[in-house]
């Protein structure tokens, strides 16, 4: 019985990636001829960032715990597939599943084309300017790989057709959707109140983007306008460890005055305080999806966005360092399009195709 057994070994690595694989593992534990493997490449090391993630989300350890984070694009990359190899030759699995556009991604992807294992992309047809920043290279590059491209919307569809791939293409919505509807109940509703904050009237705001907070003189304006925002409706900024060791660094502390700066939080807390903000300020490519969800818009403070189909629909709007202010003062809160990302099945159906192909 266990030679008839499919094995599938999936790649995670980074926050949004935790919260995908839960409800796609929940779908996997439904079928007896399938055995999944779960590798955690380390990525994202801070403890409120993962490790609680396996906890909240009845998640099953990793049966690989790789503890690769830090150094630059090329050697965190490297050091994974040099460790993703060895697991391949181990497991000798059946097919790869990976998320997202981490370097934890590709590395999958790499290792997985060089030992013929077919590659299953979750979030496949997502593009974005600029087109040499890493998430972007990441994801073209695991797209050409891939065998299965699991698409979350039309647009990603569209997009995939404009580079003529349209083989093992599949419109599933979105698995984040997936597990938004399935975690809604157990949202930390209430968290607003611990933090003093009145219902529908503070914004939730997440900043860790590198070409946002790496950049003293960008970072700089952005406080600054964060400040004045914050002086027209209170803020609570979970801080990422690295905008805060920059902001240390570049001595930009006093930004931060009257804002209300917390550690990072679980996911429990931060949809909780989602669907009781007024709005929401990030460059998390997640979070601003995740607002969506939450019927809340988004100021996103990038270039542009793999998520444009909520720009496109005027729920979400591109900022810079620049109009961050004004456009805080048009937030419209009017004509949400619902079902952009699908109803809420990514995952059955994403499941269903692997185990049929």
């Known amino acids: ?96 599943v990976l998320y997202g556009d981490t370097n934890s991604t590709l590395a999958g992807a790499i290792s997985a084309a060089k030992f013929g294992i077919p590659v299953a992309h979750i979030e496949a047809g997502l593009r974005q300017e600029p087109k040499d920043m890493p998430e972007e290279i990441n994801r073209v590059l695991t797209d050409r790989i891939s065998k299965y491209l699991f698409v979350p919307s039309d647009k990603g569809i569209e997009n995939l057709k404009r580079e003529g791939i349209t083989e093992g293409v599949y419109f599933t919505g979105d698995v984040m959707y997936d597990i938004f509807l399935k975690m809604e109940n157990l949202f930390e509703i209430d968290f607003y109140k611990e933090l003093e904050l009145e219902k529908d009237n503070y914004i939730v705001m997440t900043m860790h983007r590198d070409f946002n907070v790496d950049h003293q003189e960008k970072l700089t304006k952005l406080l600054s306008s964060i400040q004045k925002i914050s002086s027209e409706m209170p803020i609570v900024f979970p801080i990422h460890p690295r905008t805060e060791a920059r902001i240390r660094e570049f001595g930009l502390d006093y930004y931060l005055k009257g804002i209300k700066v917390i550690k990072p939080i679980d996911y429990l807390k931060l949809m909780g305080l989602t669907q009781n903000a007024y709005a929401i300020i990030t460059d998390s490519g997640g979070y601003q999806k995740e607002s969506y969800f939450s019927g809340k818009n988004a100021l996103v403070m990038m270039p542009d966005t793999s998520w444009i ?49």
């Open 309 to 357: 189909e909520l720009v496109d629909e005027g729920i979400n709007t591109l900022v810079n360092e620049d109009n961050l202010y004004e456009e805080f003062l048009k937030i419209s809160t009017s004509n949400f399009k619902e079902g952009i990302y699908g109803i809420g099945d990514a995952a059955k159906k994403i499941v269903k195709i692997i185990s049929e192909k």
């Open 1 to 96: 019985m266990l030679n008839s057994m499919k094995k599938i070994l999936s790649i995670i690595g980074a926050r949004p990636q935790f919260v995908k694989e839960a409800v796609v593992q929940s779908e996997i534990n439904k079928y007896d001829d399938l055995n999944e493997i779960v590798v955690h490449t380390g990525q994202h090391y801070d403890e409120n960032m993962s490790g609680s993630f396996f906890e909240i989300l009845k998640m099953k350890k990793p049966e690989y715990n790789l503890a690769i984070s830090g150094g630059s694009h090329g050697e965190m990359t490297g050091r994974m597939l040099i460790e993703l190899d060895k697991i391949f030759l181990n497991e000798e699995p059946d097919i790869v």
